[in-house]
Nanobody, 119 residues
Framework: QVQLVESGGGLVQPGGSLRLSCESS????????MGWYRQAPGKQRELVAT???????????PVKGRFTISRDNAKNTAKNTVSLEMTSLKPEDTAVYYC?????????WGQGTQVTVSS
């Protein structure tokens, strides 16, 4: 079993920046995908960004050019981490952001962290 813990959410003004981080409870050495999804009130959960353990990235159209995903898969660490640097934030980016880990055998979700973009 793997737990994912997100951090970094909060309130930010339009045009501002925020950084989210997600840490796994143990290191995953096999091929995997870590990333971020978000869900706004009354809407379906949608892709924000993912990165494979090999470094391939995928971004949702609404965030391309504004958000950047990165990972730390160093084998000398006890955990896998994924971060999301969010810039030029818009009110429509307001949502609960969830961290996701996909391995060859299971899918894990974090509890979510709220991001609110408002003046």
């Amino acid at each position: 079993q793997v737990q994912l813990v997100e951090s970094g959410g909060g309130l930010v003004q339009p045009g501002g920046s925020l950084r989210l981080s997600c840490e796994s409870s143990r290191s995953i050495f096999s091929s995997n995908i870590m990333g971020w999804y978000r869900q706004a009130p009354g809407k379906q959960r949608e892709l924000v960004a993912t990165m494979t353990s090999g470094g391939t990235t995928t971004y949702g159209d609404p965030v391309k050019g504004r958000f950047t995903i990165s990972r730390d898969n160093a084998k000398n660490t006890a955990k896998n981490t994924v971060s999301l640097e969010m810039t030029s934030l818009k009110p429509e980016d307001t949502a609960v952001y969830y961290c996701k880990l996909v391995t060859s055998t299971a899918v894990y979700w974090g509890q979510g962290t709220q991001v609110t973009v408002s003046s």
